[in-house]
T-cell receptor, first 113, second 112 residues
Framework: DADVTQTPRNRITKTGKRIMLECSQTKGHDRMYWYRQDPGLGLRLIYYSFDVKDINKGEISDGYSVSRQAQAKFSLSLESAIPNQTALYFC????????????FGPGTRLTVL | GDSVTQMEGPVTLSEEAFLTINCTYTATGYPSLFWYVQYPGEGLQLLLKATKADDKGSNKGFEATYRKETTSFHLEKGSVQVSDSAVYFCALVDTGRRALTFGSGTRLQVQP
């Protein structure tokens, strides 16, 4: 079984709809991250969390919110989706003593029409 | 802030050719450096890493050396295979957020 899972894997929605992307991990890591990948731009940080009570904005948090329901779960929400939020979204985790290495989920491809 | 610059692709090579993908960075202090690989339709996998100056990371025939004096972490492989076709990302981790800053990615296409 995968250590970091994301649901759904693909989603097509319409402008203005609320969308939630979910991430779960079995690695026991405290740190979790949400990134967005756009062609030619690499991955950019949306939000990150060091534990259940610690949520922080990344470089491109506008239009997004997150919830850390438990150590193992970190959800990303788009309250009112817009077309320029069409992208590939990745969840990642990291733990102590990893030298900063992060472990990525398989990604969610989101299309906003 | 921190930044990573890597060569634009796509890079197209014949099987068994030598590969270099250039990566330079700007950061405060001496961050850990990484190369991640993304195969078609998949998430990112760590390919190799280096945590301090002059460290050489290696894996699956790929190598990269942490060069503090040139702030570089170039990826090399002596003989590429078709199965190496993927997108390669250079990245660094900042010491505060422990979040990754990525380059824009380089697509490698290896032809038989």
């Amino acid at each position: 079984d995968a250590d970091v899972t994301q649901t759904p894997r693909n989603r097509i929605t319409k402008t203005g709809k609320r969308i939630m992307l979910e991430c779960s991990q079995t690695k026991g890591h405290d740190r979790m991250y949400w990134y967005r990948q756009d062609p030619g731009l690499g991955l950019r940080l949306i939000y990150y969390s060091f534990d259940v009570k610690d949520i922080n904005k990344g470089e491109i948090s506008d239009g997004y919110s997150v919830s850390r329901q438990a150590q193992a779960k970190f959800s990303l929400s788009l309250e009112s989706a817009i077309p320029n939020q069409t992208a590939l979204y990745f969840c990642a985790t990291s733990g102590p003593g990893q030298g900063g290495e992060q472990f990525f989920g398989p990604g969610t491809r989101l299309t906003v029409l | 802030g921190d930044s990573v610059t890597q060569m634009e692709g796509p890079v197209t090579l014949s099987e068994e050719a030598f590969l270099t993908i250039n990566c330079t960075y700007t950061a405060t202090g001496y961050p850990s450096l990484f190369w991640y690989v993304q195969y078609p339709g998949e998430g990112l996998q760590l390919l190799l890493k280096a945590t301090k100056a002059d460290d050489k990371g290696s894996n699956k025939g790929f190598e990269a050396t942490y060069r503090k004096e040139t702030t570089s972490f170039h990826l090399e492989k002596g003989s590429v295979q078709v199965s190496d076709s993927a997108v390669y990302f250079c990245a660094l981790v900042d010491t505060g957020r422990r979040a990754l800053t990525f380059g824009s990615g380089t697509r490698l296409q290896v032809q038989p």
